[in-house]
């Protein structure tokens, strides 16, 4: 199966750990690009490819229905979902604006010495992956530093949000990584939003956040042309 070929079968393992397995190999391959949206993904073609039976496959695709990364179609099996660019206009960054303006001002007056130490490990890898031209390691950093500070903000409800779109937001920031003119500027934008968190103003805050996301918008509009 396109996109599988260079997965090597699984090991044995509990049915429970076959199909966690199966569903990171999948989502890996769905949001990197390797699967693109529209192909076709059969259990038994699946199976095949990975070495192992259909039963962790199938509630594997199960899980990334739910996550939003496939579809399953009455007598057409199922296929891998892609993020157009009106659902990232039109969803996921206005869900991304209300989400985390609220989140990075609940989070603002939480953090710690330690928490701001974490913040700055994660630019400090988005730097590395930077310099290094790895998209993907920048895309994943960026996903880990937002999902920190929704964490951190102790906002339970917005961090259940924030991961029912976390795989589709990687999955266009894996796209758009690779387009960024200058990979850097995105440490330096994340390096913005601690100032920000740091320096105690809501609305200067508001701002930087508004700023990034939307900054995501236009960079991902930009690669879709």
């Not at 059969?42 to 990364?69: C, D, K, N």
């Not at 157009?84 to 960054?93: G, K, P, T, Y």
């Not at 961090?159 to 200058?182: C, G, M």
Request: charged share 25%; with cysteine; hydrophobic share 40%.
């Amino acid at each position: 199966m396109s996109g599988l070929s260079a997965v090597p079968p699984l090991p044995s393992a509990a049915l429970a750990s076959r199909r966690e397995t199966v569903a990171d190999v999948l989502r890996e391959a769905i949001t990197s690009g390797r699967l693109q949206a529209g192909q076709k993904l059969t259990e038994s073609g699946v199976a095949e490819q990975l070495g192992t039976s259909r039963a962790p496959v199938r509630e594997a695709l199960r899980q990334l229905e739910q996550e939003g990364l496939v579809v399953s179609y009455p007598y057409r099996g199922t296929e891998v979902l892609g993020v157009s660019q009106e659902e990232i206009e039109n969803v996921l960054v206005p869900v991304r604006l209300s989400l985390e303006r609220f989140a990075f001002r609940k989070a603002m007056p939480r953090l710690t010495d330690a928490d701001y130490a974490h913040l700055q490990s994660l630019v400090h890898n988005m730097e590395e992956a930077a310099d290094a031209s790895d998209a993907a390691l920048l895309a994943d950093e960026d996903i880990r530093f937002h999902e920190a500070v929704v964490t951190l903000s102790g906002q339970q409800h917005c961090l259940q949000i924030w991961r029912s779109i976390q795989h589709r937001v990687r999955a266009y920031f894996r796209r758009d990584a690779s387009h960024y003119p200058d990979p850097t500027v995105v440490a330096g934008q994340h390096r913005e939003l601690i100032d920000a968190l740091r320096a105690g103003d809501e609305h200067a805050l508001d701002r930087a956040v508004t700023a990034h996301i939307q900054t995501h918008s236009r960079t991902t509009e930009d690669s879709s042309e």
